[in-house]
C-alpha cells in the first residue's frame, strides 16, 4: 500500500491501469474508494491516480487542514507516482482542490475537470452547509444521522434507484474521524480565491460538469463557474443530484474520457 509524507501528513495513495495519467480528487468526507463508479473503466485506458485526502481512509489527520495544503497532499501524489503532469479530475469540495492545483501548479495539469463545485471567491457560504455542531458529535451517531438523511431520491430524479442504494451501502463502509469532517469543513469555509487569479492561471483546457438537481452545491454555481471560465466545456446533467457519477452513470465517465483524449491527441497533433 503506497504512501508519501507530505507537511506532516502520511498520505495513502494507489495506481493502477497504464496509458495517459489521471489524478482523482474526491469531496469532503470521501475516502479515494468512493470513486469507485468510473475508476475500473477509467483504469482500461488510462492511468489512474487516487488518493485519501486528510482525514479519511487511510491517510493520516492532521490539524491546520487548508484547501491549499490538500491541493500540495496532491501535488506530492503525483511526485510520488513518478509523474510530470496528469489530467486532474475533482468533485464537490475535490473540485476546490483541483481548481486550486491548476491555479497553484498550472504547468503540472494537463487539464482540469471540475463536477459538482464552484469557485470559492468569499469566505462566506460554500453551498448547502451543515450545521458546525455535526462535526462535533461521536462518529457513530454522526454515521447514523448521515444514514438517517441519505435517501435514494437525493441522487437526483435520472438516478436508478438501484445505483442509489449500492451507492448508500458502499458509502455506509467509507471511513473518515470527526476531526478530519471537522478540518475539511474548516478548510472549505476558510477558503477564497478570486475570479481574476482563476482566469489568468486555469488556461489549460477545462471540463465542467453539474447536475441540474444538485442540493448540496445548487447547479447556479457550475453555470457561474463557466461563466468565470468562458473557454471551458459544460456538461449539465439533467435529472442528477449531488453525485451525478451514480446519477448519470456511464455517460459522465465516457464524457470526462472523450474529453481527455480529445486533450491528448491534440497535444500530441504534429507542430503542436
Same mark, same amino acid.
Given at each position: 500500500?503506497?504512501?508519501?509524507?507530505?507537511?506532516?501528513?502520511?498520505?495513502?495513495?494507489?495506481?493502477?491501469?497504464?496509458?495517459?495519467?489521471?489524478?482523482?480528487?474526491?469531496?469532503?468526507?470521501?475516502?479515494?474508494?468512493?470513486?469507485?463508479?468510473?475508476?475500473?473503466?477509467?483504469?482500461?485506458?488510462?492511468?489512474?491516480?487516487?488518493?485519501?485526502?486528510?482525514?479519511?481512509?487511510?491517510?493520516?489527520?492532521?490539524?491546520?487542514?487548508?484547501?491549499?495544503?490538500?491541493?500540495?497532499?496532491?501535488?506530492?501524489?503525483?511526485?510520488?507516482?513518478?509523474?510530470?503532469?496528469?489530467?486532474?479530475?475533482?468533485?464537490?469540495?475535490?473540485?476546490?482542490?483541483?481548481?486550486?492545483?491548476?491555479?497553484?501548479?498550472?504547468?503540472?495539469?494537463?487539464?482540469?475537470?471540475?463536477?459538482?463545485?464552484?469557485?470559492?471567491?468569499?469566505?462566506?457560504?460554500?453551498?448547502?452547509?451543515?450545521?458546525?455542531?455535526?462535526?462535533?458529535?461521536?462518529?457513530?451517531?454522526?454515521?447514523?444521522?448521515?444514514?438517517?438523511?441519505?435517501?435514494?431520491? !437525493? =441522487?437526483?430524479?435520472?438516478?436508478? /434507484? &438501484?445505483? #442509489?442504494?449500492?451507492? +448508500?451501502?458502499? @458509502?455506509?463502509?467509507?471511513?473518515?474521524?470527526?476531526?478530519?469532517?471537522?478540518?475539511?469543513?474548516?478548510?472549505?469555509? !476558510? =477558503?477564497?480565491?478570486?475570479?481574476? /487569479? &482563476?482566469? #489568468?492561471?486555469?488556461? +489549460?483546457?477545462? @471540463?465542467?460538469?453539474?447536475?441540474?438537481?444538485?442540493?448540496?452545491?445548487?447547479?447556479?454555481?457550475?453555470?457561474?463557474?463557466?461563466?468565470?471560465?468562458?473557454?471551458?466545456?459544460?456538461?449539465?446533467?439533467?435529472?442528477?443530484?449531488?453525485?451525478?457519477?451514480?446519477?448519470?452513470?456511464?455517460?459522465?465517465?465516457?464524457?470526462?474520457?472523450?474529453?481527455?483524449?480529445?486533450?491528448?491527441?491534440?497535444?500530441?497533433?504534429?507542430?503542436?
Amino acid at each position: 500500500m503506497p504512501f508519501v509524507v507530505h507537511d506532516g501528513a502520511r498520505i495513502h495513495w494507489e495506481a493502477q491501469g497504464h496509458g495517459s495519467p489521471v489524478l482523482l480528487i474526491m469531496g469532503f468526507s470521501y475516502a479515494s474508494q468512493m470513486w469507485y463508479p468510473l475508476l475500473d473503466k477509467l483504469a482500461k485506458s488510462h492511468r489512474v491516480i487516487t488518493f485519501d485526502n486528510r482525514g479519511t481512509g487511510e491517510t493520516d489527520t492532521t490539524d491546520g487542514v487548508t484547501i491549499e495544503k490538500m491541493a500540495g497532499d496532491a501535488l506530492a501524489v503525483l511526485n510520488a507516482a513518478g509523474e510530470k503532469k496528469a489530467h486532474i479530475y475533482g468533485v464537490s469540495m475535490g473540485g476546490a482542490i483541483a481548481a486550486e492545483f491548476g491555479m497553484a501548479y498550472p504547468k503540472r495539469a494537463i487539464s482540469v475537470t471540475l463536477g459538482c463545485t464552484m469557485l470559492k471567491t468569499t469566505r462566506e457560504g460554500h453551498g448547502n452547509q451543515r450545521p458546525p455542531w455535526v462535526f462535533y458529535l461521536p462518529l457513530p451517531v454522526a454515521r447514523w444521522m448521515l444514514s438517517w438523511t441519505a435517501k435514494p431520491e !437525493n =441522487y437526483g430524479s435520472a438516478a436508478p /434507484r &438501484a445505483a #442509489a442504494l449500492h451507492d +448508500m451501502a458502499v @458509502l455506509a463502509n467509507n471511513t473518515f474521524t470527526m476531526q478530519g469532517v471537522r478540518e475539511q469543513n474548516r478548510a472549505i469555509t !476558510n =477558503y477564497a480565491t478570486t475570479r481574476e /487569479r &482563476a482566469r #489568468a492561471t486555469l488556461t +489549460m483546457p477545462i @471540463l465542467v460538469m453539474h447536475g441540474d438537481e444538485d442540493k448540496t452545491v445548487p447547479v447556479k454555481f457550475g453555470r457561474e463557474l463557466h461563466a468565470i471560465l468562458p473557454q471551458s466545456q459544460y456538461v449539465e446533467w439533467h435529472g442528477a443530484g449531488h453525485n451525478y457519477l451514480v446519477a448519470i452513470g456511464d455517460r459522465a465517465t465516457r464524457t470526462f474520457v472523450n474529453f481527455i483524449d480529445g486533450v491528448d491527441a491534440r497535444n500530441a497533433a504534429p507542430n503542436k
